[in-house]
Each structure stands twice: as structure tokens, then as C-alpha cells.
């Protein structure tokens, strides 16, 4: 093991990235992808041939199509070209006859005529050639067709390998110390809820779009992203021009006037909006009466400079701030480490004890070390939430990156295109997910302290949590769940109302909102003296929701009847007796590692 961390601990998680991690999982992506290689048993080098014919046989056609787009323009050219003669020798008979000769007016005809025919000539011959190029690009294009379809069948045996799960394996290789789970099952979700107190509240206003749960020598996680919907409201706008005349004397002269003025009227009204939120929720025993909340503080944007400017200037605030906190019975103490003080924050902490004892100089040192890089990780980009025995911290950097892809993400006819976007995929999602735990991380006692024995219910409601229920249905065909009014983003919720027999099945409740076009009319006074009314156009949200219901099996490679047979064969044996039941739709259907998903139309909601 490296000294910079082991299978219990990580000691400098930014240089431990930096130094192994990132080049040992590169390596261990590689050798996933050569295996599968290996059991797909393709013919690299044929692949690789194909792919250069097509590349050659593409660059050749980008050649054909440049040389018919220039052709069509001489042609086109030509064409004016024809046009202006005829315009030019009828101007020149009908305007200019009385100033021009009548001899040199008509001798110009022959010149008209000859460069007509000239025109026509070469646009013939163009258009014989650009006939030919089309005809050998129509012949390309079959050539590449084929090509194409050869270059597919040499790798769909590889294609067909990419399954999920599969970045979460080279994940754990990696690092062993972060174990992923197959699913976010009721058993860890019950451990969260019931021994560290995670708040896991059936929101209507949230929905699961990814989850992934594991743990960290015992103590438990769950990385998730939720759709987020929210009512606001929106500001409409609309205008009329209005016009009128005034009359008065002007040296005693009756003078008229015309005036005009834009009048503006606007309305709010209520309007939903939508975002995306990736957090981390983290529970460990460590500090369990301490509760805490910081923001991020862009250190990674500031030089060395600025950041001691910005110490020198809040630190100050923060001493008077406790001063005045002593006098009105409050306990919190400026740290000795200003630069960690005032960069990480979390002044609105409850218990100075149990902060020193999490937050020790070593912490210190590993946490300013990943909010100050600029180059290795993401620098300060997270938030942290600590609610006594249950963290959370927000990643900004997690935001973008796509969590929930499906194994056809990977696939490919290129075997060099397909393997870069293996591995420089593989790659990222490592860093990404990584950084996102690097402030756990960099608390040495939220890895070494591992959580008392917890004894479980044993009676779950289903077999995995609504969070798993509720990323499913993300996944899967969502005009099937949508109402077929509804204009906006849905929330999907998911009901437990069976499970038994290795399947949980959910009532799919989507929430949106169709519209309707309104008018209001706004009263404003002109400055013709008079009140006009504007009308302010605007939309209506109104609420809809569509109950569906989803049964989803969860194939048990535990159980003793699936042991033998891998799990994408037990899966594909279940979709075979429902088609032989004929009680689903092949566009109903949706596989994600261990489940199958199907909505069950028979079913009453």
C-alpha cells in the first residue's frame, strides 16, 4: 500500500489522487475494458481496418460534397449572371434609347445574346459534372453504409458487454475503502433513518433522478440527485401605442399636433420552476451532538494574496463577533488556525468541544489543502451541512456531470472511440465522485471511527428504499408516466402498495401542470389625459398529476436459484415469461442492473 493511504484510511487525499489514485484507477479502467475485450472475443485489427476505409471513404466524400456546393454556386452565378443581361439590354431599350444610338442599342444584342448562350453552355456542362458527383456520391454513400454496418457487427459483441455496475466495480478496485452498493436496499436505508437520524422525508416536491448507496468501514451513505420543483412567480409584460392630436396657436396660427406614446403595463403571476440538487449524505458517530453549516468560499479563485487579505479583514469580525457572543452566553471561540476559521467557516456551530475534537489540526491542514487547489481536484466548490450524526455536503461540480447514463452510453463501432470514451469516462467519474468525498475524507475520525452494532427491524415495507424506487422511474419511458396535458417537468413520486416474491410494486405518481393563455387588462392613464386598458398576456399553471402503476423485480444473485446463472440471463428469462403471459409492452419494459421494470397496465391505480 502506498503511505499516502490504505484500506482503512486515506492520509492526504488531494496528493493521494494526485500521486496514485488517478494513475492506478487509469490503469485498472484499462484492464476492465482489455478483459472485456478478451471475453467478447472481437477481432480488434479487422475493426480498425474498417474504420480506416470509412474514415477514407468519409474524407473523400466531404471532398465530393465541397466540390458540388461550389459547382451549384458557379451555377447559380451563371444563372444571375443571365438574368442581368436580359435586365441590363431591356434597360437599356427602354430608358436610355432617347440618349443612346439606335445602331449601338442594337448591336449590343448580339453581345447579349453570345454571352447568354455562353452562360447556358457552361451551366450544362456544370451540371453534367455536378450529375456525376452526385452519382459517385450516392455510390460512397452505400460503400459507407455497409462499412458502417460491418464496423457495428465486429463490436457488438463488446457492446453487448456494457452493462451497469460497471464504473462502480473499477470504483472499488481502486478504492476499496468506498464500497458501493447494488442497490439502495430498505436495510441501509432503515440503518440512515433510525441510527444516525437521517430526516428522509416523502417530499411532493422532489424526485429522484440518481441515487447510489454504500459505506465507509461501516458508516453508511448515499450519494443522490434530486429534480427539485419550486413555485415562484414571473413577471409579464404588455403595451399599447396610443396617438392624439393637440391644436394651439402659434403666432396666431392654428397649429395642429400629432403625439405618441408606448404605455407598459406588467403582471406577476404564479409560475413553477425546476432545478437540479446533488448532495452526499454521510452518517458516522463522530460529534454526534454537533450541528454545524458552511458555504463554500471559492478559495480555489483567490491567490495566496487575496486569501490573506480576506483572513486579515474577516478575522478580525469573527473575534469581535465572539466577544460579544461571551457576553450573551454564547460559546463559540475563534480557532488558532485563522486561515481555516475563516475559509471553512461554519461560525453558526453549536458545540466548540466536539468541533476541535472533529476538526483537529490535521483535518485543518487536508481541508485547506483541497479548498485551495486549483488544479488537481475542484477546489472549495462544496457546502456542508453537519445535523449532529448525519453530514451532508453539496458538490457544485457533481452538478453537471452525468451520474445516471445507461450502458449504450459506451457504445460505439470505432474499438479506439469506444475504448477512449471507456476509459476517459471511468476516469472522470472517479475524480468527480472522489472529490465529492474528499471533506469526509479529510476528517480522519469519519473513516476510523466505525458505528456500534445496530440491531435490525427485519420488517421492511420493500425491498428497497423509495429513493431506488423513485431513480428507476426516472429511468425509465416518461411519457408513459406524464399526463397528457401537462406542459412543464414532472416530479415522479413513487406509493408501496405490494411486495412480495422478490418484486416491489409502485404506484408511479407524476406531478406537472398544463397551461392555459389569460389576459389581463391593466388600467393606466395616457398622456392624452384619458385611462386606457392594457392587455398584459400571461400563462396559467394549473396542476395535474397520472397515477401509473410499475412492478419492479429485483433479481437476488444471493438467492440460490441465481447463483449459477448470471443475472442479465435470469432477467431475460423473466421478460420471457411475461411476454409469454402477454401482460406487458416492449416499450413498457426497462432493465437497470439487478431490476427489470415494467409498468403493469392491467393493474387497477
Known amino acids: 500500500m502506498s503511505e499516502l493511504y490504505d484500506d482503512e484510511m486515506i492520509y492526504e487525499p488531494l496528493m493521494a489522487y494526485k500521486n496514485v489514485l488517478k494513475d492506478l484507477h487509469h490503469k485498472n479502467a484499462e484492464e476492465y475494458f482489455e478483459e472485456l475485450v478478451k471475453k467478447a472475443n472481437i477481432d480488434v485489427e479487422a475493426n480498425r481496418e474498417t474504420c480506416k476505409k470509412i474514415r477514407q471513404l468519409t474524407a473523400t466524400k466531404d471532398h465530393l460534397v465541397s466540390t458540388i456546393n461550389k459547382n451549384n454556386l458557379y451555377k447559380a452565378l451563371l444563372i444571375i449572371g443571365i438574368i442581368l443581361v436580359i435586365i441590363l439590354e431591356y434597360a437599356a431599350f427602354s430608358y436610355y434609347s432617347a440618349v443612346i444610338p439606335a445602331a449601338l442599342l442594337w448591336s449590343s444584342i448580339p453581345v447579349g445574346i453570345g454571352l447568354i448562350i455562353l452562360f447556358i453552355i457552361l451551366i450544362r456542362k456544370i451540371s453534367a459534372k455536378v450529375k456525376v458527383l452526385r452519382e459517385e456520391k450516392l455510390t460512397i454513400d452505400s460503400q459507407l453504409n455497409a462499412l458502417t454496418q460491418e464496423a457495428w457487427n465486429q463490436l457488438q459483441p463488446l457492446n453487448a458487454l456494457f452493462k451497469d455496475g460497471m464504473r462502480e466495480e473499477i470504483f472499488q478496485k481502486t478504492l476499496p475503502l468506498i464500497k458501493m452498493d447494488k442497490m439502495f436496499d430498505t436495510k441501509r436505508f432503515e440503518y440512515l433513518v433510525h441510527k444516525f437520524g437521517f430526516n428522509a422525508k416523502k417530499d411532493v416536491n422532489r424526485s429522484t433522478l440518481f441515487v447510489q448507496s454504500g459505506e465507509i468501514n461501516g458508516n453508511p451513505f448515499l450519494i443522490c440527485k434530486d429534480l427539485v420543483h419550486y413555485m415562484g412567480t414571473k413577471v409579464y409584460t404588455g403595451s399599447i401605442t396610443i396617438t392624439w392630436t393637440e391644436t394651439h396657436y402659434e403666432n396666431g396660427k392654428r397649429v395642429t399636433r400629432t403625439h405618441s406614446q408606448v404605455l407598459t403595463a406588467s403582471v406577476t ?337
Open 269 to 605: 403571476k404564479p409560475c413553477p420552476y425546476y432545478y437540479e440538487l446533488v448532495y452526499l449524505v454521510y452518517g458516522n458517530e463522530a460529534a454526534p451532538d454537533l450541528v454545524f453549516s458552511r458555504d463554500d468560499s471559492d478559495a480555489e479563485k483567490m491567490s495566496e494574496k487575496q486569501i490573506q487579505r480576506k483572513v486579515n479583514r474577516d478575522i478580525k469580525k469573527l473575534q469581535k463577533l465572539a466577544e460579544k457572543g461571551t457576553a450573551k452566553g454564547s460559546n463559540f471561540t475563534v480557532m488558532a488556525n485563522s486561515e481555516f476559521e475563516v475559509l471553512f467557516g461554519a461560525h453558526n456551530r453549536n458545540n466548540e468541544v466536539q468541533f476541535r475534537l472533529l476538526f483537529t489540526p490535521l483535518a485543518q491542514k487536508q481541508l485547506l489543502q483541497l479548498m485551495k487547489d486549483k488544479e488537481i481536484g475542484f477546489g472549495d466548490d462544496f457546502d456542508f451541512d453537519k445535523d449532529k450524526m448525519i453530514n451532508v455536503i453539496y458538490p457544485e461540480h457533481l452538478e453537471d456531470f452525468p451520474l445516471n447514463i445507461k450502458p449504450s452510453y459506451f457504445y460505439g463501432y470505432d474499438f479506439d472511440e469506444v475504448k477512449n470514451k471507456f476509459i476517459q469516462y471511468n476516469d472522470n467519474y472517479f475524480r468527480n465522485i472522489y472529490f465529492a468525498f474528499a471533506p469526509i475524507l479529510a476528517i480522519p475520525l469519519y473513516v476510523q471511527q466505525k458505528p456500534h452494532e445496530y440491531i435490525y427491524k427485519g420488517l421492511y415495507d420493500g425491498y428497497v428504499s423509495f429513493y431506488q424506487h423513485e431513480y428507476i422511474a426516472n429511468l425509465m419511458n416518461q411519457t408513459a408516466f406524464i399526463h397528457p396535458l401537462s406542459r412543464t417537468r414532472n416530479i415522479l413520486k413513487t406509493r408501496l402498495v405490494e411486495s412480495k416474491d422478490n418484486y416491489d410494486r409502485v404506484v408511479v405518481t407524476s406531478y406537472g401542470y398544463r397551461t392555459e393563455e389569460r389576459v389581463d387588462y391593466v388600467t393606466k392613464m395616457g398622456g392624452d389625459g384619458r385611462l386606457h386598458s392594457i392587455p398584459v398576456r400571461w400563462t396559467e399553471y394549473i396542476p395535474v398529476s397520472q397515477d401509473t402503476v410499475v412492478d419492479i423485480h429485483i433479481v437476488d444473485e444471493d438467492k440460490e436459484e441465481n447463483r449459477e446463472h448470471p443475472i442479465s440471463a435470469r432477467i431475460r428469462q423473466l421478460v420471457e415469461e411475461l411476454r409469454n403471459k402477454k401482460a406487458i409492452d416492449e416499450k413498457d419494459v426497462f432493465i437497470y442492473g439487478q431490476f427489470l421494470a415494467y409498468i403493469n397496465r392491467l393493474s387497477k391505480k
